[in-house]
């Protein structure tokens, strides 16, 4: 057989080596990714930067309810209120009561945005989740995917272990207790900015209350602090 | 294969697409499997889901246009292999050079019906290798009808000037 024939056979065997090892490395990305609920493509890495945490400022707060978006991996998320939304838990869905509902996630991992009066996106997997008492559990796996389609308007909201803000700054009024309640800052109409807060929060007929670890903590108003 | 112009007075081929069934096979086991992650209720990777459809986009792209790449043709006068999609050879090959056809496949090929077909020239050096065409055996039986053909009549045309 002439040589150019024998080169463009070795070509196409190397491409459908190729070829061959991109299906499989494929085939391997998509098994783990969706069997496998830790899988991470930065993996410890990122875990190894989140654990060098400078956040060691006690920090107690009861403030005014900013717009925040956060997200993570919180123990456990609680909320309050109506809404008109389905409620997607899974593969169900719950239309949600006009007056009053209940629900409570377990070990919910995903996004969570919420203003003063309502949670305006909810967007994760949890392990578990109570909708007005009754449990939802998974079926074939071990996760539930959840979301919202609608606002909810909320009468109280809480997250615990634990949400991670790595900057927060508006204008608010309110206490603060720093250390334990070793200094007291009373803000009214103040801008506060805070960095890298690891800790719980809840929502409240418009009170914020926050209590974790901050790295640092500035106020710019009649009152003009900055902790670090 | 496709004939044309009527009675058997062109033949065209192309590379026959059962090359290809191991990579549809490729593409088949994926989007199987996606279906199953999706039945099974689990969580499917976004990132995961987009690169298997670039795969597979990219592998139905790659052997359509590899499929594309090499057309054999078989007319009264010429075997002629042309090679290329934007920038294209043609190599013609007088049908009264042609000495011999052989055609190779191994047992998968046999099943399928499909294989290699070489057409030398008086020379192993110098030979149109048509891969992995459909039919082999009607190809070559086609090849061999017209060599016969062009050999008839330029036998006739020597004796006629006679």
Same mark, same amino acid.
């Given at each position: ?18 070829? $061959? ?17 830790? $899988? ?12 060098? &945490? ?24 609680? $909320? ?77 909201? &809480? ?70 | !294969? ?23 096979? !490729? ?32 592998? !139905?792209? #790659? ?63 110098? !030979?149109?290798? #048509? ?15 017209? #060599? ?15």
């Amino acid at each position: 057989m002439p040589e150019h024939y024998e080169i463009h056979h070795h070509k196409s065997n190397n491409l459908r080596w190729i070829m $061959f090892s991109a299906f499989l490395a494929i085939l391997v990305f998509l098994i783990i990714t969706a069997f496998s609920d830790n $899988f991470s493509f930065t993996g410890n890495l990122v875990n190894g930067i989140k654990q060098q &945490s400078n956040s060691t400022i006690k920090f107690n707060a009861e403030l005014t309810t900013p717009s925040m978006d956060a997200g993570g991996n919180f123990e456990k998320v609680e $909320f309050q209120g109506n809404s008109e939304s389905f409620f997607y838990v899974g593969n169900e869905k719950f239309q949600l009561n006009a007056k009053n509902n209940y629900i409570v996630m377990n070990n919910y991992t995903g996004a969570i945005a919420f203003d003063s009066q309502n949670i305006v996106k909810l967007n994760g997997k949890a392990t578990k989740v109570f909708i007005n008492g009754i449990p939802v559990e998974p079926k074939t796996n071990d996760i539930l995917k959840v979301s919202l389609d609608k606002d909810f308007s909320y009468t109280s909201l &809480s997250i615990e272990n634990e949400i991670k803000i790595s900057k927060l700054s508006y204008i608010t009024t309110g206490e603060i207790r720093i250390n334990g309640g070793k200094k007291i800052f009373t803000l009214d109409n103040e801008q506060i900015s805070l960095k890298n807060f690891i800790g719980d929060v809840s929502a409240e007929n418009n009170k914020f209350k926050m209590s974790g670890l901050i790295e640092k903590l500035d106020i710019a108003g009649e009152t003009k602090i900055s902790l670090s | !294969m496709s004939k044309k112009d009527g009675e058997d007075d062109l033949l065209k081929v192309r590379s026959s697409r059962k090359v290809y069934i191991p990579v549809y096979l !490729m593409i088949l086991i994926l989007l199987f499997t996606i279906g199953a992650i999706k039945y099974m209720g689990r969580e499917l990777n976004s990132f995961a889901f987009r690169i298997t459809l670039i795969f597979s986009v990219l592998c !139905m792209l #790659m052997t359509e246009s590899h499929r594309f790449r090499n057309l054999y043709e078989i007319n009264n006068s010429s075997l002629i292999h042309t090679k290329g999609i934007l920038f294209q050879s043609t190599k013609r090959t007088d049908l009264l050079s042609v000495s011999d056809a052989e055609i190779k496949q191994n047992p998968w090929q046999r099943m399928l019906n499909y294989g290699t077909v070489e057409a030398a020239v008086f020379s192993k050096d110098s !030979m149109t290798v #048509m891969h992995d065409i459909d039919k082999p055996m009607e190809f070559v039986v086609f090849l061999e009808g017209k #060599m016969a053909n062009k050999r008839g009549a330029g036998g006739q045309q020597r004796g006629g000037r006679k």
